[in-house]
C-alpha cells in the first residue's frame, strides 16, 4: 500500500466515523392517485442508490427564497456524504440532479423526515467519501 493509499483509507475512515444520520437516496417514481384518500401519493422510487449512514450538514448558511408556481419557498442547500465505497445499483444508473434523499434517522430530531433534491454530484478517486450537493425545498 502506498502513503496515498494509507491516507486515504485513514481518511475514509474518518469521514465514515462522522457519517451519524441515516438516508434513503433514490430516483422518484412517477406519482400515483389514490382512489380511497382522493390525495395524489408517491410512487415507488425506479431506483434505489443507496440506504444507510450519512452525514448531512448544511452547506449554505444563507437560505434564498424563490417563486414556485405561486407559492414562494425557501431554498436551503445541504451537502451529504456517504460512504466512499457506495457503489451503483446493478442497472449501472448513475445518480443525477431531480434524485431524492431522505433523511430517516438523525441525532438532530429536527434533522429527521427532512427531504433533499439532488442539484450536484461530486466524484474524485482521491476523495474520503461522496458528496452529493442537495437542497431543503420547504
Not at 449512514?53 to 405561486?70: H, I, M, N
Not at 431554498?75 to 443525477?96: D, E, H, N, W
Amino acid at each position: 500500500m502506498t502513503a496515498l493509499e494509507a491516507a486515504l483509507a485513514a481518511g475514509r475512515a474518518e469521514a465514515e466515523a462522522l457519517m451519524r444520520d441515516t438516508v434513503t437516496f433514490y430516483r422518484p417514481g412517477e406519482d400515483l392517485f389514490d382512489q380511497t384518500t382522493g390525495h395524489v401519493v408517491p410512487g415507488p422510487p425506479l431506483v434505489t442508490f443507496y440506504t444507510g449512514k450519512a452525514r448531512v450538514k448544511v452547506d449554505q448558511l444563507a437560505d434564498s427564497d424563490v417563486q414556485a408556481g405561486e407559492q414562494e419557498v425557501t431554498l436551503r442547500q445541504y451537502k451529504v456524504t456517504i460512504p466512499f465505497s457506495t457503489g451503483l445499483p446493478a442497472t449501472g444508473q448513475r445518480p443525477r440532479p431531480g434524485d431524492v434523499i431522505d433523511v430517516t434517522a438523525s441525532p438532530d430530531p429536527r434533522l429527521a423526515g427532512v427531504r433533499l433534491w439532488v442539484t450536484g454530484l461530486q466524484y474524485s478517486g482521491t476523495a474520503t467519501a461522496w458528496r452529493i450537493i442537495a437542497e431543503d425545498r420547504s
